[in-house]
């Protein structure tokens, strides 16, 4: 049985305890700057101060917390208490070694999909874009508005509001980041280019978050329907959107195949307004909200969408499932994610976008 020690506490913790769960690890001890938290204990495991590391008998140390602090914590690990290097594990650790298990064990034809096993393999973590643009990011820029309290990044160079749970500017330049890697022209996530447009119109954007989709699009939409449930959003989207103000609908509710009080489906939406193009990013609630949408796909003749398909490994088959009937013409985004969010499911290799559209 290997024994581990965790570091770091939080919600990563959470997702990394209930994946070890019937593997043939035992959690020796976690770890955690916070000195609030040393002497107490999470899963009957306690909680030691980093010093404290050292004197503990161990086979790796594995480092659960958010990109934004990783490498800081790496340092920490290797540099102030002089932990051996190959003692230290990302806590994509199990995730990666089973993804490429998987992979080795099957004779790939793909040329991106190979690509992506290749650079996984040069890599000691396994990340949701696992391709060399990513690097290209290094850091994005942010800035502080004392007039709203609130800091903005430049977004394809227009103000980005973020809301008020990002205290730092270093906590806001990290979001802009994954942004602009999610966004790269390079990108499986990348919801336009040159061959799939937003050509105006009215616009659905679910799972609008900070409204960087919409954003990028907002001078030739018609009107914008933002769904986003988090109400959290709703003061950074008024602001980034201050100069479109007339165009823009907040609605604080989920997409889905249902109509109540913290619901709202497209076949709803579409009897007051004349949609044109649906993005939807939803977290895995794509399918359901496609099943919202059954009257109006029967009668439009005109509609764009671009959906996630990467929440779930079967998201992408769901998806087209639901659509083949209404006569869309389908495609994906070239390459592939992982989504290390999501350890209840096997890792594997999955579609980022699915673009389809219906034009008579």
Known sequence: MEKIIIF?????????????????????????NDKAKWG???????IIPPTDI???????????????????????????????????????????????DFYHSRELCDD????????????DKLGVFNYDFVELHSRA?????DSCGMYY???????????????????????IKYLNIEQDEKSPHRYLDENFTFDGGIVLDAGAAEGNFTLEIIEKAEKAILVEADSDWNEA??????????????INKYLSDMDDSSHVSINSLTKEHNIKFVKMDIEGAEVDALKGGNDFF???????????????????????????????????????????????????????ILRAEISN
């Not at 990563?12 to 043939?24: A, F």
């Not at 107490?40 to 306690?46: E, F, T, W």
């Not at 086979?59 to 934004?68: Q, T």
């Not at 989207?237 to 907040?250: A, C, N, R, S, V």
């Open 153 to 175: 990044g430049l977004y394809q160079g227009k103000r980005l509001y973020l809301n008020r749970n990002y205290k730092t500017k270093r906590q806001a330049e990290h979001y």
């Open 298 to 352: 029967n009668r439009v003749d005109c509609l764009k969408m671009v959906v996630c398909a990467y929440h779930n490994n079967d998201d992408e088959v769901k998806i087209r499932n639901i659509l083949q009937p209404y006569s869309f013409v389908m495609q994906n985004t070239k390459g592939y994610m992982v989504f290390v969010d999501n350890l209840q499911q096997e890792p594997r290799l999955v579609h980022g």
């Open 8 to 32: 770091g506490t939080g919600d990563i913790y959470k997702k990394t305890y209930n994946y070890l769960l019937g593997k043939d690890i035992k959690i020796m001890n976690l770890s955690d």
């Open 237 to 250: 989207l008024l602001k980034t959107f201050e100069p479109w103000k007339e165009k823009i609908i907040i």
């Open 40 to 46: 107490k204990s999470i899963d009957n495991v306690s």
């Open 112 to 123: 991106n999909a190979i690509k992506v096993i290749d650079n996984i393999e040069k890599n």
């Open 54 to 100: 050292c004197n503990q008998e161990f086979d790796a140390i594995v480092i659960c917390v958010g990109d934004i602090y990783y490498e800081e914590v790496y340092h920490q690990l290797c540099n102030d208490l002089r932990i051996p290097v190959e003692k230290i594990r990302h806590w994509t650790y199990w995730m990666r070694k089973e993804l490429l």
């Open 141 to 145: 820029e942010c800035h502080f508005d």
